[in-house]
């Protein structure tokens, strides 16, 4: 591996932009190359922040703002010897004389470079309507926004917050705010919020939010901003709604920080970021970019893709800070997306492709909807967690996986992370070495159990059939409820055959082994014990529902799918 000496004159490094990516390859270039000259410029004062953190700083479950100071500038210089100049922006690159213009307090300086590192990141989205840069509507991007909206949250007569947006940002502000004590209001223009869960997984973190009395308004977008004296007091609806308001968070998601990139000539792919090779080495010779700026390559349909998480801006930056100094490095890993957030009681995840982004990929995706618990059932605390995994019918290949739930989450998310990165197949999750005791799983792991419905079907001891293509069957089909009387009197589907698994091998001359049956039960299992009865028996079309009654009750609540089959998953659950 080459790398800088004493021999010759010391080679600059110069990182634009700190945060996770640039701090993290001014770090990362320090440690391959003790002579280097290397110099992080930052235009706002902080060089090294957790961004992440800011809304449970606003929130007031970070109580001490230092805290979310990862590296000081002083800490960058004892530690490192980095050159840190904050409220230095960069205003052009000139990549042919390897030289930039930095813009500061004491006026303009050409600084010259041999590597560069471009950490630009992304800046939120903010849409042109008037009163949108009024004082109590907020953008949070630094430590300078959240410092704004903690102020105004705990200002005297402050009682209701407007949050634009239903990602991972909003809901994470949703719960803060509420949690100080506001009323809020949230906003998305889909018909979900969440857009990296399917519909009946979404649903479940839309009614924890409702139940936290969040007032979620889906499937409407934000028209207008009413101001007077000099601030916002209300929003105006698409559906003509006007609502008081005090303040107005807008958590509208991000767009890559390309202008000076572009400018230079630097390539720019098809989403918009900065075009990288493996090494994150842009198109211009000896400058490189990191972040939520450049596309990286995704894990499973290996095309470009913007990934604006912390996770891919800190190994990116680990990467061109080590290229940048050496002239070799790993190569960056391809990403999946992975990401996770707590809506007061309820955690959500998300990895990979979801169903219809696997589809449109070109996969032919299929989908397990499974329930669990996240500990023994039998040890006290056990909480149900519900998993969908897809994956592709033709190389049984995992493509992506959903999971909603209260504790252990984050464990099975990261499994199947790590499983797709690795190019797992749906089965071989059957056979997954993990750690139980009852205090911390199962010994068959909701992981395991996917595993093991797709391994049966396989093999053909049993075909899946999802609620979603339930709900679209037509056609001469018997659908037999193997529950029991006490949970069909709440309801079952239009047209069961009401058979108790118990009651099942006695009665099974009321069924017609000549014609389709789909078996159905609370969430799959009794359904499966069924379906292996009758195919023994000699019924040869049998297929089992997947995720069961659970699965039919989410997508009914989340009104997902065409307007036939939304209806006919409300018939299914009255």
């Known amino acids: 591996m080459a790398r800088s000496t004493g021999a010759g004159p010391a080679r600059r490094i110069v990182v634009v932009g700190g945060v996770a990516g640039g701090a993290s390859a001014a770090a990362r270039a320090r440690r391959l190359d003790e002579t280097a000259e290397i110099v992080l410029l930052e235009r706002g004062p902080n060089v090294s922040f957790a961004n992440c953190g800011i809304p449970y700083y606003v929130g007031g479950e970070i109580t001490d703002r230092w805290r979310l100071l990862v590296a000081t500038p002083e800490r960058f210089r004892e530690w490192f ?35 560069l590192v471009l950490a630009p990141g992304a800046a939120p989205v903010v849409p042109r309507l008037a009163g949108v840069g009024s004082p109590n509507v907020f953008t949070v991007r630094d430590l300078r926004d959240a ?82 004296t000099g601030v916002v007091h ?67 349909t290996g095309k470009p893709t913007l990934m604006p998480l912390a996770g891919p801006a800190n190994r990116a930056g680990r990467i061109a800070g080590e290229h940048a100094a050496a002239d070799a490095a790993p190569s960056m890993s391809p990403v999946l997306g992975t990401s996770i957030v707590r809506v007061f009681g309820i955690v959500a995840g998300a990895t990979g492709l979801g169903v219809e982004a696997a589809r449109r990929a070109g996969f032919v995706a299929r989908a397990l909807f499974v329930p ?19 994956y592709d019918d033709a190389t049984r290949r995992l493509l992506g996986a959903q999971v909603v739930g209260g504790e252990g989450v984050d464990k099975r998310l990261d ?129 089992t529902l997947t995720g069961g009654m659970l699965s039919v009750d989410a997508l009914a609540r989340a009104g997902a799918g065409s307007a036939t089959s939304t209806t006919n998953l409300m018939e299914m659950t009255r």
């Open 81 to 115: 010897g980095v050159d840190v100049r904050t409220g230095h922006e960069v205003v052009s690159i000139d990549p042919a004389a390897r030289t930039l213009r930095v813009r500061h307090a004491g006026g303009e300086d050409v600084l010259a470079w041999d590597r």
């Open 372 to 390: 669990g618990n996240h500990h023994a059932g039998y040890y006290p605390g056990a909480e149900e967690m519900w998993l969908k995994v897809i």
């Open 147 to 228: 410092d704004r909206l903690k102020a105004a949250v705990e200002r005297a007569g402050v009682g209701h917050a407007v949050i634009v947006g239903a990602g991972y940002i909003g809901l994470e502000f949703a719960e803060m705010l509420r949690r100080q004590g506001l009323d809020v209001t949230l906003v998305e223009r889909l018909p979900q919020v969440l857009r990296t869960l399917d519909p009946e997984l979404a649903v479940r973190v839309e009614e924890e939010l409702r139940r936290h009395g969040v007032d979620v308004r889906t499937g409407t977008t934000l028209e207008g901003l009413e101001a007077g």
């Open 415 to 543: 499994v199947l992370a790590t499983a797709i990165r690795f190019g797992a197949r749906v089965d071989d999750l059957a056979s997954l070495d993990l750690a139980y005791a009852p205090p911390f799983g199962s010994a068959k792991d909701p992981l395991h159990m996917v595993g093991f419905i797709a391994e049966n079907e396989r093999r053909g001891l049993h075909r899946i059939i999802t609620a979603e293509e339930l709900a679209l069957l037509g056609g001469d089909v018997q659908i037999l409820d193997v529950r029991t009387p006490l949970e069909w009197a709440a309801g079952t589907l239009p047209g069961a055959i009401t058979m108790s698994l118990a009651e099942l091998r006695g009665r099974v001359g009321e069924l017609d082994a000549a014609r389709p049956v789909v078996t159905v039960c609370r969430g799959g299992q009794r359904a499966y014990y069924a379906t292996r009865i009758l195919r023994q028996l000699g019924f040869a079309d049998v297929r």
């Open 234 to 300: 209300a929003v105006r609806l698409s559906d003509g709604e006007v609502i008081d308001t005090d303040l107005v968070v807008l958590a509208l998601g991000v767009k890559p920080e390309t202008r000076l990139a572009a400018d230079a000539g630097l390539a720019l792919g098809p989403s918009g970021g900065i075009v990288v090779d493996e090494f994150m080495r842009t198109s211009a010779p000896g400058v490189y970019a990191v972040g939520d700026a450049v596309e990286y390559t995704h894990a499973v």
